[in-house]
């Protein structure tokens, strides 16, 4: 099975900095990468799809990249709401397996 | 709207069962695959089990291929999972997700319900 591993596990930024998280499969698997957002205590929510397609009504602070097995989100502007843990998923083919996790913290 | 509700769980002791339910509402439901996706407590994502829209295809993680049996009853609208023989390590909220993309075994998830928690201990 393909593995995902994402880097790195966890950051501190400042309010308005560049945020950005890379997410690696040990295959390729073309542009088939989701990006979730999971706040505390709350359900993940889905940020961006097909590895660069922004979800609607998803701010456009955020943007991803990538394909093969190398792809990145990015926040271009980090705000307090976006306090959160981000997960990768690769979905070309079964087993849908998710990275795991990203954990950003405002410094 | 969207809505998806899970009902089920709860603590069971090791090796017992137990039936998740998923009841969906605000699309076509048998158009859509959906699947489960599980969380251990303070521990990351972990996709499940998922099945087509038709019910025709279901797929399972290895951890719980043989254990786990995945279901839906478009009449009903609603999802199911059969846990069987369950494990300590199956302890976790179990959550219902919906696919997008209505004909492609590619799932990745637009909507998800709160979530259900199951607990495996004696």
């Known amino acids: 099975d393909i593995q995902m591993t994402q880097s790195p596990s966890s950051l501190s930024a400042s309010v308005g900095d560049r945020v950005t998280i890379t997410c690696r499969a040990s295959q390729g698997i073309n542009n088939y990468l989701a990006w979730y957002q999971q706040k505390p205590g709350k359900v993940p929510n889905l940020l961006i799809y097909a590895a660069s397609t922004l979800q609607s009504g998803v701010p456009s602070r955020f943007s991803g990249s990538g394909s093969g097995t190398d792809f990145t989100l990015t926040i271009s502007s980090l705000q307090p709401e976006d306090v959160a843990t981000y997960y990768c998923q690769k979905y070309n083919s079964p087993p849908f397996t998710f990275g795991p996790g990203t954990k950003v913290e405002i410094k | 709207e969207v809505q998806l509700l899970e009902s089920g769980g709860g603590l069971v002791q090791p090796g017992g069962s137990l039936r998740l339910s998923c009841a969906a509402s605000g699309f076509a439901f048998s158009t859509y695959p959906m699947s489960w996706v599980r969380q251990a407590p303070g521990k990351g994502l972990e996709w499940v089990s998922g099945?087509?829209?038709?019910?025709?295809?279901?797929y399972y993680a290895d951890s719980v291929k043989g254990r786990f049996t995945i279901s839906r009853d478009s009449s009903k609208s609603t999802l199911f999972l059969q846990m069987n023989s369950l494990r300590a390590e199956d302890t976790a909220v179990y959550y219902c997700?919906?696919?997008?993309?209505?004909?492609?075994?590619?799932?990745?998830?637009?909507?998800w319900g709160q979530g259900t928690p199951v607990t495996v201990s004696s």
């Open positions: 099945i087509s829209g038709s019910g025709g295809s279901t």
């Open positions: 997700a919906k696919t997008p993309l209505g004909n492609k075994a590619k799932y990745f998830f637009d909507y």
